[in-house]
């Protein structure tokens, strides 16, 4: 028995022991932001007071199971006055203590939003995500109407400066999503037709992962998008080379073939490679694919055979993808993946 | 004898689950089989929407507008210039035709005539469906409702049936030097 007891025991610490495993990227108890960290806050506020009901509701139950009255044979006799007094007393103190209990969440709930809304903007960087069916297309924007050349398009990812706060734009082509990164800030409803904001500042280094919190089809499961979070000097590096238009292949080589085939066949009609003739604005924007860790919205590692398998069967990985299969003969794939992975 | 009579009602109405459209994601025709216009297209909701989704993001809108045409003729009326067949509707969003449309299916039929890449075959056959569907040929149960957006034209599925009629193709737009 004892033994029993004990294995439980560890059974139990093993799996809350599972709760606190060092930093994660996907998690709200984690906060790695100003905003995530006040949420984080409210949260623990949240859980303490709901516990602490939880067990003292418990336990007038049980008093009440323990202390009850004589059997049905007793005759029904009204209680003493004094008795009568003391009962409505206390119902009247219960009332009073959950009446205050909620006005303490409601001020703590009130607060916490004003301080999330209150973020000062030092900077003025602005990204416009556009949720897809089921990706998420990023835009780094130019305010300065002389520097619009310096504005580009990416997918999936989204790297911003450390420290710094970032105005989110948000949109929707289809349908309702949601866009959450949890370590940074809460949920923001991406809504088609209507652009909403949200401003996400990361205070430590480190990538976390997002993921769409409202459902919108066959892959909102795996819709997900990563976000790094870098010092300022690696994030206007990343910038620059973001800025540059595709790199060019050399004439005849097999990068140079792969981009014939890419612009022949079905590709070019949905994807942008920016410098080639590719302009299609349905897919996601490929002029840096190869600079991205992952594909298919964070679903597949960026490997030359998770990029094949992609490319030929996208509905065997992810069924009902808006990417179709395209069956290329040999040959044509392995250049064009030759082209793929050439894009830096 | 009236409860026998409505069990046997809710049997019936049970059957009629048993039609379930399907929905295939890896369609067969891409890789080879018969294409099975009526079961997979024209009569199945799934390809029609797609035909529709596929309408705008090729850019079709771009010249026949949401079906009354514009720089393209119109396509919601009874007048079809290369024929209204499947296959024929088929053929000019492949190969093309002269006086603007692009081909799509990856050889113009004729130099001159502008190549936009390689729509893949299945969704060739979505957009023939689509197509057809906003001069009412496309089974009424299956084709697209109304709008989330502004509406210029009733949705498909209260589209009259038009009677196809070949009307001779216009004469060879001469562009300006």
């Known amino acids: 028995m004892n033994s029993r007891a004990a294995t439980l025991a560890a059974a139990m610490a093993l799996l809350a022991a599972a709760g606190c495993a060092g930093p994660e990227r996907h998690s709200v108890v984690d906060p790695a932001g100003v905003q995530a960290d006040r949420i984080h806050g409210l949260w623990w506020l949240y859980l303490a007071v709901c516990v602490a009901v939880y067990v003292l509701v418990m336990a007038a139950v049980a008093v009440a199971l323990v202390r009850r009255r004589g059997g049905s044979d007793q005759p029904l006799t009204a209680p003493p006055l004094a008795a009568e007094v003391r009962r409505g007393i206390a119902v009247a103190g219960c009332v009073g203590l959950t009446v205050v209990t909620l006005f303490v969440l409601l001020i703590a709930d009130f607060v916490t939003g004003r301080r999330i809304d209150s973020l000062a903007r030092e900077g003025t960087l602005t990204v416009r995500v556009t949720g897809h069916q089921w990706w998420w297309e990023v835009r780094y924007e130019e305010s300065d109407p002389q520097q619009q050349h310096n504005a580009f398009t990416t997918a999936n990812e989204i790297h911003i400066p450390t420290g710094r706060a970032v105005r989110f734009e948000l949109e929707s082509t289809d349908v309702i999503h949601s866009f959450w990164v949890p370590n940074l800030h809460g949920k923001t409803d991406m809504i088609p037709g209507h652009r909403t904001k949200t401003d996400i500042r990361a205070d430590r280094d480190g990538e976390f992962w997002g993921q769409c919190a409202e459902f919108c089809g066959h892959q909102h499961a795996n819709m997900r998008l990563r976000v790094i979070a870098q010092p300022e000097a690696e994030f206007q590096k990343w910038l620059a080379e973001q800025r540059q238009p595709a790199r060019e292949s050399a004439p005849k080589s097999s990068q140079d ?88 | 004898m009236v409860r026998r009579a409505l069990a046997v009602f809710t049997a019936c109405s049970l059957l009629v689950a048993c039609e379930r459209e399907e929905r295939q994601f890896r369609s067969a025709p891409p890789f080879g089989g018969p294409v099975r216009f009526e079961e997979d297209y024209q009569n199945n909701a799934h390809a029609l929407s797609e035909g529709k989704r596929l309408y705008s993001a090729f850019n079709c809108k771009g010249c026949h507008a949401d079906g009354g045409g514009g720089i393209g003729p119109p396509l919601m009326d009874e007048k079809w210039f290369y024929g209204s067949e499947p296959e024929q509707v088929f053929d000019t969003i492949s190969k093309g035709r002269e006086n603007g449309m692009p081909a799509f299916g990856g050889e113009a039929r004729a130099p001159g005539i502008n190549v936009v890449g390689t729509v893949p075959e299945h969704q060739r056959w979505q957009l023939v469906a689509y197509v057809r569907s906003l001069s009412g040929l496309a089974s009424r149960n299956a084709a697209p409702g109304r709008n989330d957006h502004m509406q210029t034209k009733p949705p498909e599925n209260e589209k009259e049936p038009e009677t196809p009629v070949v009307a001779p193709p216009p004469p060879d737009v001469v562009l300006p030097k």
């Open chain 1, 257 to 344: 073939r792969g981009k014939g085939v890419f612009m022949k066949s079905s590709c070019v009609l949905c994807h942008t490679i920016t410098g080639t003739q590719a302009g299609g604005r349905v897919g996601p924007d490929l002029t840096h694919l190869a600079s991205r860790p992952r594909i298919a919205a964070g679903t597949l590692e960026n490997t030359r055979g998770n990029l094949a398998e992609w490319v030929t069967d996208p509905h065997g990985i992810k069924p009902g993808v808006r990417m179709p299969a395209n069956p290329l003969a040999p040959e044509d794939l392995h250049v064009l993946l030759d082209y793929l992975e050439s894009l830096k």
